[in-house]
């Protein structure tokens, strides 16, 4: 793959938005799986779709969208849908988990209707849904460095304030933290990054990008800065080790890509009962 790497322009643009995701994914991911949202990455990769597929719907009897990349509008859509997820969760204090598969199947009803409205779609399904190698375009690039960049910013300039809101959202609210607009600002990063992360993984799996390298770090980490940075190694090698994979046997990247990070999860949990039992032998001798 690495004489192809320098041959041909896809591959590059491909693995770029491979290495960037790898990072700002898990990056992100590490406070929605603290603060126990995983599931609403699940919502917005859904209503992504729907703003992707009605952007290309668009495009078809639109000029000014005929030549627009559907992600831009997708990343919009995702954006709004945040902010819909958020008062979503304030209608139903006592049952805030609603807000997901009412958001989840919006988007999907939304998704169906806009594609098959669309026939002749310029873009295959299964790019949408699983990703694909060659759909990352120069645009791309510079919208996923771009979300990245203020992913970074973000997460720089507000840790402690994220920090303590995922970890005592109570005890953050009654110490005089604007926890309303922290939680708006944390929902816009995590829409730009479910949006960006389709390009590479799909619809269908790009929440597990952003959850299994955190899952497997909170294995065996003791801080929580400890658990970011395993994350992101372990995002790392799911995305290009999966972007190389998918390459080399002509298949979606998305899948592999997840595949990749379940078997990293598997390896850390197995060395992880590989410990516990040696630890219980030593406690008999």
Avoid: C
Avoid at 39 to 53: E, K, N
Avoid at 114 to 121: D, Y
Avoid at 175 to 192: D, E, K, Q, R, Y
């Amino acid at each position: 793959m690495i004489s192809d790497l320098l041959t041909y322009g896809f591959l590059r643009y491909a693995f770029i938005a491979a290495v960037v995701i790898g990072f700002t994914a898990p990056l992100i991911g590490s406070f929605v799986v603290v603060r126990r949202m995983s599931l609403i990455a699940d919502a917005l990769s859904h209503v992504t779709l729907a703003g992707i597929s009605f952007s290309l719907f668009l495009g078809q009897y639109v000029l000014l969208f005929s030549d627009l990349n559907p992600l831009y509008l997708g990343t919009l859509v995702s954006v709004l849908a945040a902010l819909g997820l958020d008062w979503l969760r304030n209608k139903y204090v006592h049952f805030q988990e609603l807000s997901i598969p009412i958001m989840m199947s919006a988007g999907m009803g939304l998704s169906a209707i806009f594609i098959s409205l669309s026939r002749g779609f310029s873009v295959d399904l299964s790019t949408l849904l699983f990703g694909s190698i060659s759909a990352v375009s120069p645009s791309d690039i510079v919208l996923i460095v771009g979300v990245a960049v203020i992913t970074v910013v973000v997460i720089t300039v507000f840790y402690k304030q994220l920090l303590f809101l995922s970890f005592d959202e109570e005890q953050a609210k009654v110490s005089g933290l604007p926890s309303t607009l922290l939680h708006l600002v944390f929902m816009f990063v995590v829409a730009l990054v479910i949006a960006v992360s389709m390009r590479i993984v799909g619809t269908l799996l790009v929440s597990s990008l952003i959850t299994l390298p955190v899952a497997a770090a909170l294995r065996f980490t003791k801080s929580f800065k400890q658990t970011i940075v395993w994350a992101i190694i372990f995002g790392e090698v799911a995305t290009i080790g999966g972007l190389v994979l998918a390459y080399e046997l002509d298949v979606a990247p998305g899948g592999v890509i997840v595949l990749l990070a379940v078997g990293i999860l598997a390896v850390v949990m197995g060395l992880e009962k590989i410990g516990s039992l040696r630890k219980k032998e030593a406690t008999y001798e």
